[in-house]
T-cell receptor, first 117, second 113 residues
Framework: GAVVSQHPSWVICKSGTSVKIECRSLDFQATTMFWYRQFPKQSLMLMATSNEGSKATYEQGVEKDKFLINHASLTLSTLTVTSAHPEDSSFYIC?????????????FGPGTRLTVT | KNQVEQSPQSLIILEGKNCTLQCNYTVSPFSNLRWYKQDTGRGPVSLTIMTFSENTKSNGRYTATLDADTKQSSLHITASQLSDSASYICVVGSNFGNEKLTFGTGTRLTIIP
């Protein structure tokens, strides 16, 4: 299967600072990537859909000015958590859509654990 | 509202035994159903994807079934191994313009020696 990487795998930051998370599709091009967050013992919640070359589409209740998404190339999307607060501490997972097959598979990255102190 | 429900929430079985996880969904319009395995602290990994016309698909010791009439799916794991301990998530894809995925809350499977 295709490979999606995330960097960093974990990060600890102080309240009020900003953190950037990178999501890369390593062996295929992805015009569409997705950003999810997952709280302990809960399922993934879609935050936004990232489209290469255009603005991201945010899910209801997700602040677009707080979670900045940039999809500048066909293999890279970034999520920046601005002015992070402890309640932003979570597991952030990206996925990239592979449109080469009949069914468009989504390959997930390994996730980024964000802890805001 | 699109929903995916999974049962049981958690399951503990002995190594070597078989088990079956259930998934019921109310997603429209239906496009496909996926099963993912998620190890703790990792991203989900795809096990199977089934479209409307498929009613069974296997991937090694994992076999998924789909009944599109009753909107039910199951994931059967044969001869379980310790490495099967993980959360198993049922995800249903809906074709409504851009495909949207609806995630189940998962079944936490623990294999004990």
């Amino acid at each position: 299967g295709a490979v999606v990487s995330q960097h960093p795998s974990w990060v600890i930051c102080k309240s009020g600072t900003s953190v950037k998370i990178e999501c890369r599709s390593l062996d295929f091009q992805a015009t569409t990537m997705f950003w999810y967050r997952q709280f302990p013992k809960q399922s993934l919640m879609l935050m936004a859909t990232s489209n290469e070359g255009s603005k991201a589409t945010y899910e209801q209740g997700v602040e677009k000015d707080k979670f900045l998404i940039n999809h500048a190339s066909l293999t890279l999307s970034t999520l920046t958590v601005t002015s992070a607060h402890p309640e932003d501490s979570s597991f952030y997972i990206c996925s990239a859509r592979d449109v080469r097959g009949t069914v468009h598979e989504q390959y997930f990255g390994p996730g980024t654990r964000l802890t805001v102190t | 509202k699109n929903q995916v429900e999974q049962s049981p929430q958690s399951l503990i079985i002995l190594e070597g035994k078989n088990c079956t996880l259930q998934c019921n969904y109310t997603v429209s319009p239906f496009s496909n159903l996926r099963w993912y395995k998620q190890d703790t602290g990792r991203g989900p990994v795809s096990l199977t994807i089934m479209t409307f016309s498929e009613n069974t698909k296997s991937n090694g010791r994992y076999t998924a079934t789909l009944d599109a009439d009753t909107k039910q799916s199951s994931l059967h794991i044969t001869a379980s191994q310790l490495s099967d301990s993980a959360s198993y998530i049922c995800v249903v894809g809906s074709n409504f313009g851009n495909e949207k995925l609806t995630f189940g809350t998962g079944t936490r499977l623990t294999i004990i020696p």
